[in-house]
């Protein structure tokens, strides 16, 4: 179910995790939470599949989507091998 959810609603996204090369992944954003627009930023989460990643996502790496950097501040795992990063702009 997450690869097919990530072939019709996915959109390529460059991640760079902290310390390491940035690499391209297919992920699905999330802009329907109540946390999108706060005073201390712009908030999203970000649903990917943990089978693109060499290591696991950790807080503290960055993502780009539409040219707009963000910074993982949450993940949080399925048991389907997917995970929704919670991501915060930078700026």
């Known amino acids: 179910m997450n690869v097919a959810s990530q072939q019709v609603f996915?959109?390529?996204v460059s991640y760079q995790p902290a310390g390491g090369a940035a690499f391209t992944i297919v992920g699905i954003p999330e802009r329907?939470?109540?946390e999108e627009r706060q005073a201390a930023g712009v908030y999203l989460r970000l649903?990917?599949?943990?089978?693109?990643f060499?290591?696991?996502p950790a807080q503290g790496d960055e993502v780009t989507?539409?040219?707009i950097t963000y910074t993982v501040f949450e993940v949080q795992e399925d048991?389907?091998?997917g995970a929704r990063?919670?991501?915060r702009e930078i700026g």
């Open 65 to 67: 989507i539409d040219e």
């Open 85 to 87: 990063l919670s991501v």
């Open 79 to 81: 048991s389907g091998g």
């Open 54 to 56: 060499a290591a696991h």
């Open 32 to 34: 329907t939470s109540d």
């Open 47 to 52: 649903f990917v599949h943990l089978a693109d």
């Open 10 to 12: 996915g959109t390529s």
